[in-house]
């Protein structure tokens, strides 16, 4: 998923998307420690989408902190 279609989704969007993200990741690495993970590399991928859904919720974060 981009920053920019991240960016787009609402706050409330944000957080199911997190909390589902976090959910695919635990399933991954279960997949990998019991050697049944196809693609590694989709364990990189999913971390690096929490990363970019954690940036842009606290971007909106600071943003309503200087704002008031």
Do not use: C, Y
């Not at 199911?16 to 989709?42: D, G, V």
């Amino acid at each position: 998923m981009k920053a920019n279609d991240i960016r787009k989704l609402s706050t409330e969007e944000l957080a199911k998307e997190l909390n589902e993200l976090k959910s695919e990741l635990f399933k991954l690495r279960f997949q990998f420690a019991t050697s049944q993970l196809e693609n590694p590399i989709k364990l990189k991928d999913v971390k690096k989408d929490i990363a970019r859904v954690k940036t842009v919720i606290r971007e909106r974060e600071l943003k309503l902190e200087s704002g008031s």
